[in-house]
Structures are given as structure tokens and as C-alpha cells.
């Protein structure tokens, strides 16, 4: 059993490590047409968070994964502004929709199929 403030202190660690794999994978943003690396970033996020709380449902840690490192590596607000940056290319635009939510989707599956 975690304790409430070893929970917190949990949550901001992974947190931190989340953040710090979403900004190393906006790297890959710079080197191609679509942002690739927040796409990344959003699909290995919602992957771990199906997995996570579907095995790890009862564990009292879970939303030091959940929460924490989910929630730092995950993006919906970057998506938007990335939408709305690209909305003179339709064709990016629907892509990117596209491979966001059609391979969140997938990534839900696959993480509760697992």
C-alpha cells in the first residue's frame, strides 16, 4: 500500500520522466512534414494507459502510471495547435487527425489486448 505523499511524490517523478520522453521524441518533429514525434508520444501514451490499467487495475501504485507518467507524455493540447498550424494543408490535417485518432484506437486495443 502507497502512502498518500509517497503517491504524490510518485506522480511527479513519473510525470517528469514522461515529459522527458515527450520532449526527446518532439525532436523527430523538426524532420518531417507531420509532427511525428507528438504523434509518437500520443500513441505510446494511450498504449500505457490501457495496458497499465488493465493489468495493474488494483495496484495502489497505479496512477503513478496513470497520471503521472501518462499524463507527462501525453499531448492532446499540442495536437490541436499542431492541427491549427497546419490548417492551410488539408491533407496533413486529415493525416495527422487521422493517425492520431484511428491509431489511438488501435494502441487502446492492443494495450487491453495484452
Do not use: C, W
Not at 502512502?3 to 520522453?21: D, E, P, Y
Not at 500520443?42 to 501518462?70: C, D, E, H, I, R
Amino acid at each position: 500500500m502507497v502512502g498518500k505523499l509517497m503517491l504524490l511524490v510518485g506522480i511527479a517523478v513519473f510525470a517528469g520522466l514522461g515529459a522527458m520522453g515527450r520532449y526527446y521524441l518532439s525532436g523527430l518533429n523538426q524532420k518531417v512534414n507531420l509532427p511525428l514525434g507528438t504523434l509518437l508520444a500520443n500513441l505510446l501514451a494511450t498504449f500505457v494507459l490501457a495496458y497499465t490499467s488493465k493489468q495493474f487495475s488494483s495496484a495502489s501504485y497505479l496512477p503513478m502510471l496513470t497520471v503521472g507518467l501518462v499524463g507527462g507524455l501525453g499531448t492532446y493540447s499540442s495536437v490541436q495547435v499542431e492541427l491549427l498550424n497546419r490548417s492551410d494543408h488539408h491533407k496533413q490535417v486529415i493525416t495527422y487527425f487521422l493517425l492520431t485518432y484511428l491509431g489511438g484506437l488501435l494502441m487502446i486495443f492492443l494495450g487491453f489486448s495484452l
